[in-house]
């Protein structure tokens, strides 16, 4: 069980001079290696269409831009996912909308072709994504309902939910007041339901949206909590807001640098007695990014070689190589990962086809 209180958490979100080094030093305590890991990914957004509208967001699409994903067939899946494989993509990161089957034009397209809903749509993509590559289905498309999960869980080898936040506070704020589905108790019953189901997870909290130090506390004692009771949390994303013009925020202040490396503490230590890996997306810190690694981040994430994130379109991935580098230069090592992480991989966690799809890969 966790050690670690909520007035510990804030004594090190409020942290200056040289209290913060002092912190530093605790998270390295806790390193067993020197290895940081990354997943060699694809990044496919399966549709642009969301019920949500999140006052951060850059993803989602109206249903009459002519330029929004409304539905991928799956000859345009297939030739991504093969276009990947010839640079060595292990993981296909399947991310879409909220329910976006609420929509007409989506229901449409869905029946157009030889679906009933999303779901069922989504399943078949993870199918095909088995039977015809070399890569891993990982999905992150909202709340799902129980028996969502389940069905979703025979094709994944693992899937994603950012909680962002526990408070429900922020559902009276620009980055959630228009957003059914970042209803904190939605998602944290989807991370539990996952946790009961026994899939490989990630979650994670995204700071700078208006949240208080405290919220970020509780929010990161909640998945310590659902970590505790089902096991299943394998990554905590630590990711910073980033204003991007023609989005509602587009006004708002950034987190701090101090604050992004007060709270990547504050996660290590929360998680200083697990084997859950801490990440931060290194296409959202460029230029700081290493400083991460001596707070006790170890995982960069999924970070792809042929495509954008969609969800931070105007932060590109860097590359392997510069990746590379970059953890070499603080005094690590960079190695490859797959997008569930090796104690999941065996019958308790997986199906005997993902794990057969995993030994192919070893």
Not at 41 to 68: M, S, V
Not at 105 to 120: A, F, P, Q, R, S
């Amino acid at each position: 069980m966790q050690s670690i209180t909520k007035e510990d958490i804030l004594e090190i979100l409020t942290a200056t001079d040289k209290d913060i080094i002092s912190f530093m030093l605790e998270t390295a305590k806790y390193r067993e290696n020197t290895l940081i890991t990354f997943s060699k990914n694809i990044f496919i957004p399966l549709t642009e269409i969301c019920r949500n509208d999140c006052g951060y967001c850059n993803f989602k699409k109206n249903p009459d831009d002519p330029q929004a994903i409304i539905l991928k067939t799956k000859e345009e899946i297939l030739a991504d996912l093969k276009e990947a494989e010839k640079y060595g993509c292990k993981e296909a990161m399947f991310a879409f909308g909220e329910d976006a089957d609420e929509e007409e034009i989506v229901k449409t397209k869905l029946k157009e072709y030889g679906y009933d809903n999303m779901i069922d749509y989504i399943y078949d993509m993870c199918q095909m994504t088995l039977d015809k590559t070399s890569l891993l289905p990982h999905t992150n498309g909202g709340n799902f309902s129980f028996d969502a999960l389940k069905r979703l869980k025979e094709v994944n080898a693992s899937m994603g939910l950012m909680l962002e936040n526990s408070s429900n506070r922020l559902m009276e704020l620009p980055a959630h007041n228009k957003s059914p589905g970042k209803n904190p108790d939605l998602r944290i019953e989807t991370i539990e339901n996952a946790g009961k189901l026994k899939i490989p997870y990630t979650t994670g909290i995204l700071i700078g949206i208006g949240e208080t130090k405290e919220e970020i506390a509780d929010s990161l004692l909640t998945i310590r909590d659902i970590y505790d009771k089902y096991g299943h949390i394998q990554e905590v994303i630590i990711q910073n807001f980033t204003p991007i013009p023609g989005i509602e925020m587009e006004d708002w202040a950034e987190p701090s640098f101090l604050d992004m490396i007060r709270t990547v503490i504050a996660g290590t230590l929360v998680f200083k007695d697990t084997d859950v890996s801490i990440q931060v997306p290194p296409n959202l810190n460029n230029d700081t990014a290493q400083i991460f690694l001596l707070c006790g981040a170890d995982d960069w994430g999924g970070v792809s070689p042929v495509s954008p994130d969609f969800v931070n379109i105007t932060s590109p991935w860097p590359g392997i190589d510069e990746l590379e580098q970059l953890t070499e230069d603080a005094g690590f090592e960079l190695t490859e990962r797959l997008c569930v992480y090796e104690k999941y991989i065996n019958d308790e966690w997986l199906n005997e086809y993902i794990l057969d799809k995993i030994s192919n890969l070893s």
